[in-house]
């Protein structure tokens, strides 16, 4: 379940907000000045304490010296009296002073042999005298080179308990032990303490703890040797260190005394326990609640002084929907987002009431009735628009308020129920009839819809006169009827006429057959005509050289009638000789023609199927039509090898191509020109296809004529002789049949080339579409 938001007034936010403000700053400000004061205290107290450890060890040395000091004169005078006295000067030694328990005298060798006790212990002496304290440590201590040695936790001789132990060697090897009793030793370490608050440890090189200024409330029940304090002291180590006891966290601040052989531990507490960083922190805190205490009292008026332009703000965007707010000038203050705020919801409260009133008007400028209904207020209606009015014959004052049950608007009860339903569904109603305030009845198309506006079920419902499109659906059934029956008559008429057009096409195709054949017999007669021309030459020299030889002939024989000469022999034999060199190099030129116009002829009109050399085709090709070409001033230069591009192919179909290809470019490329030349180039491609070049320098093919010159029937020359056939029959010829492919490459007024791109085999088909195309 979504959980809902606690709303708060803007003057409490706002109080909040400053109170917050003032609390985090005085706590980030605090939180600054206890990390910057308190480490300062503390070094401050370590400094101090270190400073009172140094006094009060100084202090102890002093005093403890001076009890040295009279056990140094103590030894003094024994060493200056008689044996026999050292007893008796030894117990005034104890019996006078205010520390001394016990003293005895140790030889060199670690034998007591003299030894001074109080009063009521006189009768332990002889127990001391001649026990041997070689193995004792205070002795060894001394024993071994130190001149003085003290030992705070020294079991005494006489009771066994703890005592504090001072030794010193005289010149002469011998040893004197005093004992002191803890308490005195607690006594000068209260006194050399005096009034300082700073609990002391006096600790020995062990580790054990002989004294403190707590009264001794730590004396020798305690042993901080592995602590590592005392490990960073032992090591001479002189970082500030820091340790644990009893839950508290302590600074050390330690001072070793070289004469006594201890160590002065002084503790300084570390954080909360630190009276210093206790009463910073309890200030900080102090000026921090008061610091709040002042946000909370000063808070609320200032949230109230800023919110007030806010609230008129609001007071005044609520009655901008009002007619109390029309006119009314927007608040303004010294904020100046707050004025920003007025000036934007002035514009903004101005533009929706444009919109509302746009909507309004259009609303009401609608062609289509509508209305406006409060869905859980049994369809209460809340707005019409003027089409509304003008359909159903009714005010807006008059039903604005009521139901459309109330105004006697549904004709059928079910309507009012189905228009509910359909407005749900988001679905229309077909046919429903809706009663006007004149009585008269109207059949409509009913269209719903659902909205929900500021939390409010509103439908919306506009509806549709159907009486006029019922009329266009019949007339439309009607118009159907008459359209199906004039498609009917008309797809008649397209048969007929598709039979006429089918018959016209089949006539154009045997029309366009008969000029490719007239096309065809047109080339062979211009190619007879040529031959004929050609033939004319060879065989009138022969006609003359004959005539010659008949004429000779004739003289021969006169003068073999009336007498033959030597001279006229060789004469007429001369004659003949010439005349049959003459004849015969006509006839063999004549034949020569006569064999390939036949070849040609064999191969344009039997489309047969043989290997031949490229060379071959276009030479017969070039010999037929060099007649055509000597009446001329064009020239027609060869470039094909003799052998090397062998086919596999159809030679008439090639050499007609060919042909036509040199004839276009005589009849249309050197149309009005009195020079030209036509090259015919050939070599293979790298992909093992034969490439022919038919080109001439002749006008060039225009940009727009490039595209469709091997269309049929296209020529620049229509109705001066020209069919536009020739192309089309050399690019049917060239792909249909030899399997290859024509383009042309044209600049005008440079000349034209046509390249003819042949496979070596051509495929296995028969050529006779080619007369057909």
């Known amino acids: 379940m979504r959980k809902t ?10 109080s909040a907000l400053l109170v917050v403000t003032m609390l985090l700053t005085f706590a980030l400000v605090g939180g600054a000045i206890l990390a910057w004061r308190i480490p300062k205290i503390e070094h401050a107290n370590w400094l101090a304490a270190q400073h009172e450890v140094r006094e009060m060890r100084a202090r102890v040395e002093l005093l403890l010296g001076a009890r040295q000091t009279r056990l140094e004169l103590l030894e003094t005078v024994l060493d200056d009296a008689p044996a026999d006295q050292a007893n008796r000067l030894l117990d005034s030694g104890v019996r006078d002073g205010d520390m001394l328990r016990v003293v005895y005298r140790v030889s060199s060798a670690g034998k ?5 006790v109080p009063e009521a212990l006189g009768a332990q002496r002889q127990d001391l005298l001649g026990s041997d304290l070689s193995a004792n440590s205070l002795f060894r201590t001394v024993a071994s080179g130190s001149g003085v040695a003290w030992n705070g936790k020294y079991p005494s001789m006489v009771t066994g308990t703890a005592t504090v132990g001072v030794a010193a060697r005289d010149v002469h090897g011998d040893v004197l032990i005093a004992e002191f009793p803890l308490s005195a030793l607690l006594t000068v370490v209260s006194v050399a303490a005096g ?19 707590k009264q001794g409330q730590e004396a ?3 042993n901080i040797r592995n602590w590592p304090l005392m490990q960073s002291v032992l090591q001479g180590r002189d970082s500030v260190e820091t340790f644990h006891y009893r839950g508290s966290e302590f600074q050390a601040a330690v001072s070793h005394s070289p004469a006594l052989g201890w160590y002065f531990v002084g503790q300084t507490p570390v954080g909360w326990a630190n009276p210093g960083v206790r009463n910073l922190v309890i200030a900080v805190a102090g000026a921090v609640f008061c610091g709040l205490l002042i946000g909370l009292v000063i808070a609320p008026f200032w949230a109230t002084r800023m919110a007030r332009p806010l609230r008129q703000l609001i007071e005044r965007a609520g009655r901008s929907t009002s007619p109390q707010g029309a006119g009314q000038a927007w608040p303004r203050g010294s904020v100046a987002e707050f004025n920003r705020l007025a000036g934007d919801l002035e514009a903004m409260t101005s533009t929706l009431q444009e919109r509302e009133q746009k909507s309004q008007e259009i609303f009401n400028a609608s062609p289509v009735p509508m209305a406006v209904a409060d869905a859980d207020d049994d369809h209460r209606l809340l707005d019409v628009n003027q089409a509304w009015c003008r359909e159903y014959a009714h005010r807006r004052e008059d039903v604005v308020g009521r139901t459309a049950l109330d105004i006697g608007l549904w004709l059928e009860p079910t309507a009012r129920v189905a228009l509910r339903d359909h407005a749900e569904k988001g679905e229309s109603i077909d046919d429903v009839w ?21 939390r409010q079920r509103l439908m919306i419902w506009a509806t549709i006169d159907h009486g006029p499109l019922r009329r266009i659906e019949q007339e439309l059934r009607e118009l159907n009827q008459e359209l199906e029956l004039r498609v009917e008559q008309r797809t008649l ?3 007929a006429a598709n039979g006429e057009l089918s018959l016209t096409v089949e006539q154009l195709r045997a029309a366009r057959a008969e000029l490719v054949r007239a096309e065809k017999m047109a080339a062979l007669g211009h190619l007879v005509a ?9 065989i009138g020299n022969g006609v003359m050289a004959l005539s010659a030889m008949a004429d000779a002939t004739h003289g021969f024989r006169a003068a073999m009638q009336t007498g033959l000469r030597r001279v006229e022999l060789q004469q007429f034999v001369a004659s003949v000789e010439q005349g049959t060199d003459i004849a015969g190099r006509n006839l063999q030129r004549a034949a020569e023609l006569v064999r390939s116009f036949k070849q040609v002829a064999v191969d344009q009109t039997s489309s047969k199927r043989r290997s031949f050399e490229l060379s071959e085709v276009v030479h017969e090709m070039v010999v037929s039509l060099r007649p055509t070409f000597n009446r001329t001033p064009y020239q027609v230069e060869v470039n094909v090898p003799q052998t090397g591009l062998r086919l596999d192919s159809y030679p008439g179909a090639l050499g007609q191509a060919i042909g036509n290809l040199m004839q276009n470019a005589v009849v249309h490329g050197f149309d009005g020109r009195g020079h030209g030349t036509v090259r015919i180039d050939a070599q293979r491609a790298e992909d093992g296809r034969i490439v022919l070049r038919v080109a001439d320098d002749g006008r060039g093919i225009a940009a727009e004529h490039i595209g469709r010159i091997f269309e049929p029937f296209m020529t620049t020359k229509m109705g001066r002789g020209g069919t536009g056939l020739g192309l089309h029959i050399s690019y049917n010829a060239v792909v249909n049949v030899l399997g290859g492919s024509l383009t042309v490459q044209s600049v005008p007024g440079e000349g034209s080339c046509f390249e003819l791109q042949l496979p070596s085999e051509a495929p296995d088909s028969r050529p006779a579409a080619l007369g057909a195309a």
Do not use: Y
């Open 112 to 116: 007591i042999v003299a030894a001074g």
């Open 5 to 14: 938001l606690r709303v708060w007034r803007l003057r409490s936010h706002l």
């Open 220 to 222: 020798g029940k305690l």
């Open 493 to 495: 008429a397209l048969a």
């Open 195 to 213: 009034g300082r608050a700073t609990s002391t440890w006096v600790v020995d090189r062990g580790g054990e703890i002989v004294a403190d200024t």
């Open 530 to 538: 040529g031959v004929a021309h050609e033939l004319n030459t060879p």
């Open 434 to 454: 809706l009663r006007r305030s004149d009585g008269s009845t109207v059949l409509v198309q009913l269209h719903a819809r659902l909205l929900v506006l500021r």
